[in-house]
């Protein structure tokens, strides 16, 4: 990994390989075989097809099974092979509907020469015996009687101002369920009446934690809505639009950042909704002509978004608009950023979040992207 971060490839390869060539069953050897494969892609060698078969055959629980299937679908389309390219897009799609690799690939889908052509049943045929991780969401929310007489339960001591009591009820009828979304739900809605957005989607995490492999049309809209937060919805969209940028893109980032908790403190010191550093808070603040600037400011949720959304502003004009690097430079730092940028030539936006060697920033980045594309999505109407 020292190899990596410095991208001395002929360092790191070599040591890769021998990861998951000698020790196959190790947790690493989806990892090591991962960074292999996607080099292999980037550099355009002939191995690289048959390097991300394997990572989608050998390693389908790992995180990197869905990036494989989607260079796969771009080779294919690079290639003329239409058919080959649907076929990886759709069953990526199936597969991880909200996931970044999965967002990316309906978006190929709806390319023409992609949308005329038909799956093709060789590439089906691979994928039909892989069994992916991830537990879709059930059909229905309906609680059955024993679940309603709980919740039910619930409402009476939260009404009598028993709320501690009413949360007890549920957690402890949720870790005993076989339904358990169905009270993470009801705990949601609980946590976003006493205006706790950040533990709803706390709540919905842990009892409902397959939500991202369904289908938006699959649970109820109230459901994502909890997942998926907007309160200060009016600020947030003024100051965004103010600042020019989309606000399910500065929602997305809030709600990575902070869960839309406005007394969040980071362990860099960072405060408040779009968490800003206190030394960052005051220029701005000089900038914005703010006088009399104190660090509890920043846990203000106007104040924040304010701020936020400039700071935010500043950055994307740095990279030109481009969201990826962006993203990037808000979690690790502008400098490291654009060193990322310069490693290669990338042909797409994902080549260059797929490149970045921290995983907890590539991560970052994916996870932004899938937001805004969820937040999209959900409040579309």
Known sequence: NEYLLRNDVGQYEPLYRACFAAFPRIGQAAYCHWKVAFRAYLENRKEAADLLREQVRDYPESEAASAAMYYLGRMAERAGAHSDARAWYDHLQRSFPNYYYGILARDRREQPAIAHASASPAVAAFLRPIRFPGKPLPASFDPP??????????????????????????????????????????????????????????YLKRYAPGYLYSPVASAPREFWKLAFPLPWRQPLFQ???????????????????????????????????????????????RRLRVRGFTPSMLFRPEFNLRLGAQYLKTQLSGFDGRWEPTLAAYNAGKTRAVEWLNRAEYREPAEYVESIPYTETRNYVQVVMRNADLYRRVYKD
């Open 145 to 202: 009687p024993a679940a309603r007489a709980r919740i039910d339960r619930s409402r009476l001591l939260r009404a009598a101002a028993l709320d501690e009591l009413a949360e007890l009820e549920l957690r402890f009828a949720a870790k005993s369920s076989d339904r358990p979304e169905i009270f993470g739900l009801e705990l949601a809605r609980s946590a976003s009446a006493r205006q706790a957005p950040d533990r709803a989607i706390r």
């Open 239 to 285: 100051y965004s639009q103010q600042a020019g940028l989309d606000p399910y893109m500065v929602a997305a980032l809030i709600r990575q950042e902070s869960e839309f908790d406005p007394r969040a403190i980071s362990g860099a010191n960072a405060y408040g909704l779009t968490q800003i550093l206190p030394s960052t808070g005051r220029e701005l603040s």
